[in-house]
C-alpha cells in the first residue's frame, strides 16, 4: 500500500518545524478506524486495520513519502503569552489531497516526545484519545467544522499521569493545523519573511479567493474572522463548550481543534465552566464569543507587518477589519437561533423571541438540546406534544405564554408545519455527546471494553434522526451522573 503524500507544509522553510520519527511503542493494537473517513481520503480502510497499518497510526513505521514533522507554534494560555509552544505530542505525518480534491493533514496525536515537549512526555492516555475520537466525531456528524478522527489506537505500554493509564495514540486529520499561535510564533520573533511564507500559505490552502483582491493578507484575515464567527456561533447553537480556546487551539481553516477539557451543556446556563483548570471562567459556554474576537485581535496584530507598508495604515486595516467580528457574530447567531426556533424567514425581532426562551431555560436549568428538540414536535396547534416541551421548564405560566407568542410568531410564515419540523429537527439533534456518557465510554475503555464507547461513536453519527423512546443516550445525567468537571487533553 503506498498513500500518495504531497506534503506542503514540509516544503516551507526549516523554521516551521522540526524533522521527526515517532517513537515506537510496544505493542500497538487498533480500537476503532474510521472508515468512512478513511474512503473519503481516499485510503484503503483495510491496509490501514492490517499490522503495517496499525504500525503507522501507532507511529511505529510510516510509508517512504511521508514526511513526519512537528510543527512550531506559540499561543496565549488562558491570556499568558507563551512564546514557544509546538507539537509536543504529535507528528504530522503527511498531506493527502482526498477523494473531493481538499488537501488534509494526518496527524499522530500521542506519538512520543519532540523538540517541543518541554516537561511533558509526548505521550496521551487513553481517556483523552476515546474522548477526542468520540466528540470529534460527534461534532462532524452535526455539520460543525472540525477536525477528524481516522483511528485510536491503544500502545501496550503506559503513562503516568495522576494515576497510571494505559496510552493510546490519536489518528487526527485537519484541513491544516494552523493556528492563530503559528502566526505569533513568527511575529515575536519579528521574522516577517516567515510570517509572509505562512500567510502565502494559508491563501493557497484555505482563502485562494483572497488572491484575487486588491490585498491578499487582508482578505486572508477577513475570511478567518467570518469562518470563526460562523463557527462560534455553532458551538453556542448546539451547546456546546470549548473549554481550552488559547491563541494556539484557534485554527486558521476555521475548523474546531483540540477536544480537550470539551464538553457539551446538559441544563442551560450561560455561564457554564466545566475545565478544571478554567478558574476564573474565562472560557465559559457565553465567554465564547467574545474570547474569540480576544484571539482573533492576537491575529490580526501578528499579520500587522503583511497588511501594508504603512505601520500606521496596516493598524488601521486591522482594526477595521476585526470591527466586523462583532457583526459576523451577531448574524451568524441570530440566524442559527432562528433556525433553532423553527423561523425560515428571519426578522430583527426574533432574537428577543429566542433569548426569552433562552432566559425561561436558564431559569429553571432546562435541558438544552430537549428542550430545542421537543420544541421542534410540535404543530401550530396546542397538542399533547405541549408537555413534552412545557416539562423541561419551571415557570407554567411563563412558559405557555412564551409558547403563545411563538406560535403567534409561526402564522406570520409560509412555511407548513410539516416543513419546519423537518427543518427544526434537522437543526436541533435528539443527540448529542453527553459528557456523562463519554466518560462511561472512557470508564469502560479503561477497563478493556470498547463496547460503550463503539456503540456510543455510533448513535452520534446520526444526531438528527427520531431515537426510540427508551434510548438512554438521550436522557440527561441522573444527579449521581453529572459531570462536573472535565480535564485537560494530556
Ligand atoms: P493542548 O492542551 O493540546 O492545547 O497543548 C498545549 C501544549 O502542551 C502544546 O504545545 C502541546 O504540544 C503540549 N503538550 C500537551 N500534552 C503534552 C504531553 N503529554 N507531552 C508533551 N507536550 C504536551
Ligand atoms: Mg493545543
Not at 484519545?129 to 483511528?151: H, K, N, Q
Not at 513568527?186 to 510570517?195: I, N, P, S
Request: proline share 6%; net charge negative.
Amino acid at each position: 500500500m503506498t498513500i500518495h503524500f504531497d506534503n506542503s507544509y514540509a516544503r516551507l522553510p526549516e523554521q516551521f518545524y522540526t524533522r521527526q520519527v515517532a517513537a515506537p511503542v510496544p505493542e500497538p493494537e487498533l480500537v476503532r478506524l474510521n472508515a468512512p473517513l478513511a474512503a473519503d481520503l481516499g485510503l484503503d480502510a483495510d491496509w490501514l486495520a492490517s499490522p503495517a497499518g496499525v504500525a503507522m497510526l501507532a507511529g511505529n513505521a510510516f510509508p517512504d513519502n511521508a514526511a513526519p514533522l512537528s510543527m512550531a507554534y506559540a499561543g496565549h494560555q488562558f491570556g499568558n503569552w507563551v512564546p514557544q509552544l509546538g507539537d509536543g505530542r504529535a507528528l504530522l505525518i503527511g498531506e493527502v489531497i482526498d477523494v473531493h480534491g481538499a488537501r488534509r493533514d494526518i496527524q499522530l496525536k500521542g506519538s512520543g516526545p519532540t523538540p517541543w515537549s518541554r516537561r511533558g512526555d509526548g505521550r496521551a492516555a487513553l481517556g483523552p484519545v476515546l474522548r477526542e475520537y468520540v466528540v470529534s466525531e460527534a461534532m462532524a456528524a452535526l455539520g460543525v467544522p472540525t477536525t477528524r478522527a481516522l483511528a485510536a489506537v491503544t500502545t501496550g505500554e503506559h503513562v503516568i499521569r495522576e494515576d497510571r493509564l494505559p496510552g493510546g495514540v490519536l489518528t487526527r486529520v485537519a484541513a491544516s493545523h494552523i493556528r492563530v499561535g503559528t502566526f505569533q510564533y513568527f511575529y515575536a520573533r519579528q521574522d516577517h519573511e516567515a510570517l509572509r511564507a505562512l500567510a502565502d500559505h494559508v491563501i493557497d490552502r484555505h482563502y485562494p479567493e483572497a488572491r484575487e483582491t486588491d490585498n491578499p493578507f487582508a482578505a486572508m484575515l477577513e475570511g478567518v474572522i467570518a469562518r470563526q464567527a460562523r463557527l462560534i456561533a455553532r458551538w453556542l447553537s448546539l451547546g456546546f463548550i470549548h473549554g481550552v480556546m488559547n491563541t494556539d487551539n484557534m485554527t486558521l481553516s476555521g475548523e474546531t481543534i483540540d477536544y480537550g477539557p470539551c464538553a457539551f451543556l446538559d441544563e442551560y446556563d450561560p455561564q457554564k465552566v466545566f475545565s478544571s483548570i478554567d478558574q476564573f471562567g474565562r472560557y465559559a459556554y457565553g465567554n465564547q464569543p467574545s474570547i474569540g474576537h480576544w484571539n482573533l485581535a492576537n491575529l490580526a496584530q501578528s499579520l500587522v507587518p503583511l497588511l501594508d507598508d504603512d505601520g500606521d495604515k496596516a493598524v488601521e486595516t486591522a482594526k477595521d477589519l476585526l470591527e466586523g467580528y462583532g457583526t459576523a457574530f451577531a448574524d451568524a447567531y441570530a440566524a442559527e437561533m432562528a433556525a433553532k426556533i423553527g423561523i425560515a424567514a428571519p426578522r430583527d425581532d426574533d432574537m428577543t423571541l429566542a433569548q426569552d426562551l433562552l432566559k425561561l431555560m436558564a431559569a429553571g436549568g432546562a435541558d438544552f438540546t430537549n428542550t430545542f428538540r421537543a420544541l421542534s414536535a410540535l404543530g401550530r396547534k396546542a397538542g399533547d406534544a405541549d408537555d413534552g416541551f412545557l416539562g423541561q421548564l419551571i415557570e407554567p405560566d411563563a412558559a405557555g405564554q412564551w409558547l403563545a407568542a411563538w406560535r403567534n410568531r409561526l402564522s406570520e410564515e409560509m412555511r407548513d408545519d410539516a416543513g419546519r419540523i423537518a427543518a427544526m429537527k434537522a437543526t436541533n439533534p435528539a443527540i448529542i455527546a453527553r459528557n456523562h456518557q463519554v466518560e462511561k465510554a472512557i470508564a469502560a475503555g479503561y477497563a478493556g471494553d470498547f463496547s460503550v464507547f463503539h456503540a456510543l461513536t455510533e448513535a452520534l453519527a446520526d444526531p438528527f434522526a427520531d431515537r426510540s423512546a427508551d434510548d438512554t443516550l438521550t436522557l440527561p445525567p441522573a444527579p449521581d451522573q453529572v459531570v462536573h468537571q472535565t480535564f485537560c487533553g494530556t
